[in-house]
């Protein structure tokens, strides 16, 4: 179908105002791919009759389909490995001396320490937090932890997405991007020729739908925010925005995990960089 420039600027402008995502002026053929299988589900005629069909005030889920068709929700268990080395190896065990900390100081009742997965697609990036959660639990038997201390809030705009995270089942093929036999024989079993996560696991995680491009709910504060592989794809209004939301949502030394390849150079300098081993990770001071 026909993808006039105009109508190619009102889709990318829509398409930002939804879900902040930022479409590039070269990029006519990732609308046409995406968004052509929306127009047929809606029995819409043009390009031009989608962007006039927004406009109408029922549009949500014509809204949704758009969100659905432009989301790249790529990700994989372990994603990188060298963070969840790192995790094990050192936040992890900081995270823990930090609820000591608390629970001495305080004296009430144990604290834990929250995690927020933001933009967790389809649910590997939250179950591989956990994993590593629990290996790093089960080494220290007698050091008063329990995987209970350590819940993670995972959210995602994309309803498929979560809907997918939420039944925690995978195919080898997706197994065989990250998990090696191990954690697979601790963590999944095999299910109708599928593998499921088993539900000590699945439990730590609460999967909610939040679309990072509008103001936050009030989720509380947390000790550590992973937000991996979805900032490059927003401008830099939105990534100074989350960067602050993420900042108010830390506790006081919180740590933020952005993706491999993405920085806050030039978008935050409120959070001090660090290093653990192969790892950058941003500090609230
Ligand atoms: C490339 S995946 C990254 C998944 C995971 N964090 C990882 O690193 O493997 C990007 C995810 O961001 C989600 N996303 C895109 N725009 C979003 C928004 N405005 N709010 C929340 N999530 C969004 C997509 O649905 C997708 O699941």
Redesign the pocket.
């Known amino acids: 179908m026909q993808l006039s420039h105009d109508a190619f600027l009102a889709i990318c402008r829509i398409v930002h105002d939804l ?3 930022v479409i590039a002026a070269d990029k006519q053929y990732l609308i046409k791919s995406r968004l052509e299988p929306v127009l047929h589900k809606n029995h819409l005629p043009s390009y031009e009759a989608l962007v006039e069909r927004l406009k109408l005030p029922n549009s949500l889920t014509i809204q949704d389909q758009i969100v659905e068709a432009i ?6 268990f372990n ?1 990188d490995s060298h963070p969840f080395e790192e995790l094990k190896r050192s936040i992890l065990p900081e995270l823990a001396a930090r609820l000591f900390e608390r629970k001495m100081s305080t004296g009430l009742a144990y604290p834990r320490c929250r995690i927020w ?6 649910g ?2 939250a179950y591989s937090l956990a994993m590593t959660i629990s290996d790093f639990v089960a080494a220290r038997p007698m050091g008063g932890l329990s995987i209970d201390d350590f819940p993670i809030l995972a ?4 309803q498929q ?1 979560l809907a997918v995270a939420r039944d925690g089942q995978y195919t080898a093929a997706e197994l065989g991007r990250g998990i090696g036999a191990e954690q697979r024989e601790k963590y999944l079993k095999p299910k109708d020729g599928a593998w499921v996560i088993q539900p000590a696991i699945r439990r730590m995680v609460e999967f909610r739908r ?4 509008h103001p936050l709910p009030d989720l509380g504060t947390f000790d550590l925010i ?5 900032l490059i ?1 927003f401008d830099e209004t939105l990534r100074r925005r989350l960067c602050q939301n993420f900042y108010s949502a830390l506790n006081p030394k919180g740590l933020l995990m952005i ?1 491999a390849a993405e920085s806050l150079y030039g978008v935050s300098d409120a959070f001090k960089l660090e290093h653990f081993g192969r790892t950058v990770v941003y500090r609230k001071p």
Request: aromatic share 2%; proline share 0%; with cysteine.
């Open positions: 879900c902040g995502i989301t790249t929700k790529e990700t994989s994603r997965c933001a933009a967790v697609a389809t590997q990036e959210t995602d705009i994309s997405a939040i679309n990072l491009v992973l937000c991996r592989n979805i794809y993706g």
